[in-house]
């Protein structure tokens, strides 16, 4: 079965699309990569066929400069354009599409001209409609209610405003016919959750019938760095401080380590897309790029992060108390999880101050969230692929 695996965002997006192409292409299946171009050097490396999509991706936002409502509006005919123009010849000869992520806007209708199977994966309960879970922030006035069923609605009707027409315009020219109910449309009727069930479960009751397979991990063996290990090894576990393929402020980088030195850790600090870096040339705090957080994570004291939905799986499987500082989309819902399992702690939405995130890394340091933490991480699955593979197979 040839398939074609599509997403379009950060690495939170594309490292679960890849863990799935692994364990499919382990099963025989022929499989291709759709992802924006940021990614072809971390796809490449697993020799998978790959498909750029549109510019990178790791430049928007960079230097705090976010667009206005006004300025993506002008942005979204040529996005959804170019979504079609590059995913369109990836789809020929495939039997089955998957797309991954709610900026999916062009595969379904791509798979639906071509008459074969489209499935819809959602890495987060929060960005499927329920009764239950507000949905994340759309670009627009903030919502006026907080009526959870409303709130849903009126999220349907953004989906409408901001892609009916690119959609549909791109479907005429495909003769297909217009879409009504676009978020309909591309989250389907049965959608898949790629979440753990016990750190993300989908709330019952629920009207949408949705297949929770568990997260999408990628199996990683590689080895830390020599200068990681030597510091590792120079004494008691630091904290770990990662933002991934979040744009925060340069200042974070003398929060996060300030943060370590008043509660007596060192810290490890991960680069990112932002860069981060020590701010002084003491032996306490060492940055690094790219690793493997399955190697490093349970050497931690604790980590510190964005709270992205496999960020916290992979710390959670790790059995160390994290604390999530929160920056968009889905992510608030994952540091409410985290606070709500008593596996760490959580601030609120956007940038911290250094003696909030001193408290709030005190208490997830405690002894209580340490033994909690450690506990959970027995419960986390590690089968989410296999499960979606089998699914996949049989459609």
Known sequence: MRILLSTIGSRG???????LALRLRSLGQEVRLCAPPDFRELIAGYDLPFVPIGPEVRH???GGAKPTPEELRRQIPDTVATQFEFIAPAVDGCDIVLGCGALQIAAHSLAEQRGIPYVYAAYSPNTLPNPHLAPPPMPGPPPTTTDVPTLWEQDAQRWNQIWSDPLNSQRAA???????DVRGYIFTENPWLAADPIL???????????????????????????ELE???????????????????????SRILIETARKLGYRAVVQRGWTDLSPIDEAPDCLAIGEVNQQALFPRMAAVVHHGGAGTTTA??????????????YDQPYWASRVEALGIGTALPLGEPATDPL????????????????????????TEGTAIAARQLLGC
């Not at 030597?230 to 925060?248: E, K, Q, T």
């Open 13 to 19: 997006e594309v490292q679960p699309v890849l863990a």
């Open 60 to 62: 928007f936002g960079r």
């Open 174 to 180: 495909l003769s297909l016919p217009p879409v009504a």
């Open 200 to 226: 993300g479960p989908w709330p019952q009751p629920a009207a949408l019938p949705v297949l929770q397979t568990g997260a999408w991990l990628v199996p990683d063996d590689r080895p830390l760095s020599a």
């Open 230 to 252: 030597a510091f590792l090894d120079a004494g008691a576990p630091p904290i770990y401080f990662g933002f991934g393929s979040m744009h925060v402020a340069p200042e974070f």
């Open 315 to 328: 710390i959670a499987k790790s059995g160390v108390p994290q604390v999530v500082l929160p920056q968009r």
């Open 358 to 381: 001193v408290a709030a890394l005190d208490r997830a340091l405690t002894a209580d969230t340490v033994a909690r933490a450690r506990s959970l991480a027995t419960e986390i699955r």
